[in-house]
């Protein structure tokens, strides 16, 4: 039984990345942009090196990325956390919903995403699909570590464990990996289309992930939706080095406590 279900997570994993590669191919009209930059490591780390300033040293995103664990220490600290989670499991959770989750979740398996991710960028380098591969990879490589000291720093416990309350270094649940490591491949397919249906439902899939972790009961909401805010400001800022010599208006939807959405709008000359 665990051999046959080992099995279907790969074969799940593969179908999403074939998924996104036939998109990418189907609609091959130019309304993506292309790095169009020949290979070489060096270059490979000097955009790694400048999203990396981008990230940690821009006054602008540090505000962002305080504004997003404050979001989550709110909804940690308080009743909503448990709140989310009752009204989920009470009215939303089915055999539907847990059958959609076992996909929903597969982007956010890093062991597969990863290797998928670095198969599209070495092989189909110099195709759409290695560009959003490449993109991809540098978003993963800049949030990543800031991803895994939260997940610590904070401290906080799955559904199944306790509370979703600050606890410092006693735990390691604070951000879910599954909604960073998901988001990030969406988020990154959606900044490359012109088109903004395209965009919008990129943007929706790109949550799954999170959500999937919700329904599981494997994340707290606070948990799932740093995760994916972490994505998306780490997706974020490989689109601010790729495209620093043009102004660019970047969009962040910061959900707040209660039942209020706040969408953040800044924009960079």
Known sequence: MAQNQKEGKKIRAISWFFLILCMFI???????????????????????????????????NLLLLGL????????????????????????VKSSTTDDLSTWAKQPGEGLYTIPALLGGYIFLRDTPVGDWSQRS????????????????AIGSESPQDGGSGWKPFQS?????????VGSVPFITAAQMFDNIGLKIVLYGVSILPAVSRINDSQHYFSQAFLGWYLGLLSCNTVYRTDHKDKETISIYPVPIAGNGLAVVIMKRF
């Open 137 to 152: 990879l540098r978003a993963l490589a800049v949030g990543g570590p800031t991803t895994l000291f939260l997940q610590y």
């Open 68 to 91: 997003g664990i404050g979001v989550n220490g709110i909804s940690a600290n308080t009743h909503l956390d448990k709140d989310i989670q009752n009204a989920y499991s009470n009215h």
């Open 172 to 180: 390691h649940n604070a951000v879910s990996g599954h909604a960073f």
């Open 26 to 60: 189907s609609v091959s009209d130019g309304s993506f942009s292309l790095a169009g930059d020949d290979f070489s490591l060096k270059s490979e780390l000097l955009k790694i090196k400048s999203d990396y300033s981008e990230f940690y040293l821009d006054g602008n």
